[in-house]
C-alpha cells in the first residue's frame, strides 16, 4: 500500500514570505501526486497535480511543487504567501488502479 | 461552487441507524468518488463509480455501500452506525474514469451519529 506523510500539521508564515509545504510518499511504481487545498467548511480543490513529464509542476494561485523521485517528495511552494492562502493543504498520492491516498494535512497560517 | 451537490449539509442520527447520503455530479461527470473526512482518520477514499459501474474499492466498511442511478446521481448507505462513524463526507465527480481525471468536490454532509 501506498502512503503519504506531510511533515508539519501547522505552518505559520509571514505575508509575502516563502510557503514551503512538504509531501513525502512510498510507492513501488510511478505515482501521480496532487496538492488539494481545502478551506474551512468548503470541500477540496486542485491546486496542482504530477502525472508525468516536467518535474516542476504549476498550478492555480501561484503554487507550484517539484516530484522529485530519488527523494520520494512533492513539496508544495508559493514565493510570496497571501492572507488568501490560509487553509489546509492536503497532499496526495493515485496509482493507475485508482485507489487514492491523502496526507493528514498541513494547516497554514499567513500572519500578516 | 464546484457544480456537485450534495445533501443532506448535515445529519444526526443515533447509533444502529441507517442513513443515505446523496450526491449529484456536474453536469457531463461520469465518475463519481467518495471520500470520508474524521479527525480520528483523516481523509479517505472509500469508493469510485463510473457510468454506473463500481471501479474503485478503497477503504470502505463493509457495514457501508454505494450506487450510481442511470442518471448519474450517487447515494451512499451507511447502515449499523457506530460513534466512530461522524465524519464529513464529500463526493466528488470527475468527466473520466482515471485517477488524473481533476475531480470537482461537493461541500460535503456532516454526519453526527450520538
Known amino acids: 500500500a501506498q502512503s503519504v506523510t506531510q511533515l508539519g500539521s501547522h505552518v505559520s508564515v509571514s505575508e509575502g514570505a516563502l510557503v514551503l509545504l512538504r509531501c513525502n510518499y512510498s510507492?513501488?511504481?510511478?505515482?501521480?501526486l496532487f496538492w488539494y487545498v481545502q478551506y474551512p467548511n468548503q470541500g477540496l480543490q486542485l491546486l496542482l497535480k504530477?502525472?508525468?513529464?516536467?518535474?516542476l509542476v504549476k498550478g492555480i494561485n501561484g503554487f507550484e511543487a517539484e516530484f522529485k523521485k530519488s527523494e520520494t517528495s512533492f513539496h508544495l511552494t508559493k514565493p510570496s504567501a497571501h492572507m488568501s492562502d490560509a487553509a489546509e493543504y492536503f497532499c496526495?498520492?493515485?496509482?493507475?488502479?485508482?485507489?487514492?491516498?491523502f496526507g493528514t494535512g498541513t494547516s497554514l497560517t499567513v500572519i500578516p | 461552487d464546484s457544480g456537485v451537490t450534495q445533501t443532506p449539509k448535515h445529519l444526526i442520527t443515533a447509533t444502529g441507524q441507517r442513513v443515505t447520503l446523496r450526491c449529484s455530479p456536474r453536469?457531463?461527470?461520469?465518475?463519481v468518488y467518495w471520500y470520508q473526512q474524521s479527525l480520528d482518520q483523516g481523509l479517505q477514499f472509500l469508493i469510485q463509480?463510473?457510468?454506473?459501474?463500481?471501479?474503485a474499492k478503497g477503504n470502505i466498511l463493509e457495514r457501508f455501500s454505494a450506487q450510481q442511478f442511470p442518471d448519474l446521481h450517487s447515494e451512499l448507505n451507511l447502515s449499523s452506525l457506530e460513534l466512530g462513524d461522524s465524519a464529513l463526507y464529500f463526493c466528488?465527480?470527475?468527466?473520466?474514469?482515471?485517477?488524473?481525471?481533476?475531480?470537482?468536490f461537493g461541500p460535503g454532509t456532516r454526519l453526527t451519529v450520538t
Open positions: 466528488a465527480s470527475s468527466v473520466g474514469l482515471r485517477a488524473i481525471d481533476e475531480q470537482y
Open positions: 510507492s513501488s511504481v510511478p505515482p501521480y
Open positions: 504530477y502525472t508525468t513529464g516536467a518535474t
Open positions: 496526495a498520492v493515485s496509482d493507475t488502479g485508482n485507489q487514492f491516498y
Open positions: 453536469s457531463g461527470d461520469l465518475s
Open positions: 463509480y463510473y457510468n454506473g459501474e463500481e471501479r
